[in-house]
């Protein structure tokens, strides 16, 4: 009973005396709904206090209500300390998808992660949606990928995988595998593209399946004594800083 309704209700849900499980009734079933029903009666005259209290401040029609598709800022934990010196006390913008009450509910518009935040420390975001996502791209650290080059290392160790990356106002550069680049279009572009990155077009559970069947499958491509040339890259890392 305490791990289901806590403690502070014990004394509302004590078996009948001398009483084993097995021989309770009906009779105290119903003594359980009466004590429940008055748990119930407590709890709601608390919260429509509560409501009472909350309303006088700011009545229910001047309360802010986000509409699905309106861009919001998110306040950090004004109790915390910020991440850094330089970083805003607001997250975002995120992009509201119900409002229920007093819980929003949100997608980041870069990184899509679906996050509920209480009405109270949200705000409008006043800009166009351009102008949201490019503040969204560099509160999560994110530039945008004007096109990947090349990749290294066994893409059946995804998370030890290097891309060769050109961002926006930057050189190419070597980046490892994450869950962020994962979720990119470039990416997916990429990896359906290049035939050796075959596996890496499903998650890792997927893969390993996918793996399994390939394996399975007849090989119809090829024929003995035609000349294949296999990159160097799918024997592993080691093989290939012996090449570099």
């Known amino acids: 009973m305490d791990a289901m309704f806590g403690s502070s209700d014990g004394p509302y849900l004590t078996l009948p005396e001398g009483t084993l499980p097995k021989e309770i009734t009906e009779k105290w079933i119903k003594h359980l709904d009466a004590k429940l029903q008055t748990i119930r ?28 598709g309106e861009l919001v800022l998110w306040q950090r934990d004004p109790t915390k300390p910020l991440p850094n010196k330089l970083a805003s006390n607001f997250k975002g913008p995120y992009e509201v998808m119900t409002h229920d009450r007093n819980d929003v509910t949100c997608r980041h518009i870069v990184l899509k992660n679906v996050e509920i935040f209480p009405v109270n420390r949200l705000k409008m975001f006043h800009g166009t949606r351009d102008d949201g996502y490019r503040a969204a791209m560099y509160d999560a ?23 060769l990356i050109e961002f926006e106002n930057r050189k190419p550069e070597w980046t490892p595998y994450s869950q962020d680049l994962d ?27 996918q793996r399994s069947e390939l394996n399975r499958r007849v090989i119809t491509d090829v024929q003995p004594q035609v000349r294949v040339y296999v990159d160097v890259r799918r024997w592993g890392e080691a093989w290939y800083d012996q090449m570099k």
């Open 41 to 68: 009666a407590i709890s709601r005259e608390h919260q429509a206090k509560i409501i009472d209290s909350r309303t006088k401040v700011t009545p229910i029609e001047e309360q802010n209500i986000y509409n699905p």
């Open 183 to 209: 979720a990119s279009v470039p990416y997916g572009e990429y990896v359906t593209r290049e035939k050796p990155l075959f596996l890496l077009r499903f998650k890792k559970i997927i893969a390993d399946k």
């Open 141 to 163: 650290n994110q530039a945008n990928i004007i096109k990947i080059h090349a990749w290294r290392n066994t893409p059946e160790e995804r998370s030890f995988m290097d891309f």
